[in-house]
Antibody, heavy 121, light 107 residues
Framework: EVQLQQSGAELVKPGASVKLSCKTSGYTFSNYYMSWLKQMPGQNIEWIGNIYGGNGGTGYNQKFKGKATLTVDKSSSTAYMDLSSLTSEDSAVYFC??????????????WGQGTLVTVSS | DIQLTQSPSSMSASLGDRVSLTCQSSQGIGNYLSWYQHKPGKPPKPMIYYATNLADGVPSRFSGSRSGSDYSLTISSLESEDTAIYYCLQYDEYPYTFGAGTKLELK
């Protein structure tokens, strides 16, 4: 069974950074893309970017370049997202989501439970 | 960026009703469109991929269709558990983009 387990809620101060994790199991980590998504309260879902588990190759939404950095640790089958220089606009729920497959396409077949990030002094 | 326009933004329907939600793309995306059901406190659940294919475990009362740049999600007979926000997603080109969602409620 494919599972994506995200790290717990974070309360961080403005200007600080935070690193979110998405630990996976139930599939071969190296063979799939992992995306990260943002949803502010009552707002639309935004795609931040994705990373390939095999070689760490990334694709970013221009809007989040400089804000988010995606990495992977193949040894632990875990994806990470660093968010830097946090402001109130970064307060949101962040999801990791795994792409379906090469054959079926990069729609988001599996999702983590989400991590709430609150930026407040 | 590709814009997806969902309509209506919200709607209410009765149990057993046939419900159709629409998503219009600003550019050609082929069939690279998927639909997600989102309930409070849970991650979005995939419902449809490649415009017309049912995701695993999704009840057969859900279906997807395409007419040109208009994509639809149809529920043939509404059940109470179907109340949620439904989002469409294009995954044809970066950046992947979502529609603003349709909130579906029971009348």
């Amino acid at each position: 069974e494919v599972q994506l387990q995200q790290s717990g809620a974070e309360l961080v101060k403005p200007g600080a950074s935070v690193k979110l994790s998405c630990k996976t199991s139930g599939y071969t980590f190296s063979n799939y893309y992992m995306s990260w998504l943002k949803q502010m309260p009552g707002q639309n879902i935004e795609w931040i970017g994705n990373i390939y588990g095999g070689n760490g190759g990334t694709g970013y939404n221009q809007k989040f370049k400089g804000k988010a950095t995606l990495t992977v640790d193949k040894s632990s089958s875990t994806a990470y997202m660093d968010l830097s220089s946090l402001t109130s606009e970064d307060s949101a729920v962040y999801f990791c989501a795994r792409a379906a497959s090469w054959e079926l396409g990069n729609w988001f077949a599996y999702w983590g439970q989400g991590t709430l990030v609150t930026v407040s002094s | 960026d590709i814009q997806l326009t969902q309509s209506p933004s919200s709607m209410s329907a009765s149990l057993g009703d046939r419900v159709s939600l629409t998503c219009q793309s600003s550019q050609g995306i082929g069939n690279y469109l998927s639909w997600y059901q989102h309930k409070p406190g849970k991650p979005p659940k995939p419902m449809i991929y490649y415009a017309t294919n049912l995701a695993d475990g999704v009840p057969s009362r859900f279906s997807g269709s395409r007419s040109g740049s208009d994509y639809s999600l149809t529920i043939s007979s509404l059940e109470s558990e179907d109340t949620a926000i439904y989002y469409c997603l294009q995954y044809d080109e970066y950046p992947y983009t979502f529609g603003a969602g349709t909130k579906l409620e029971l009348k």
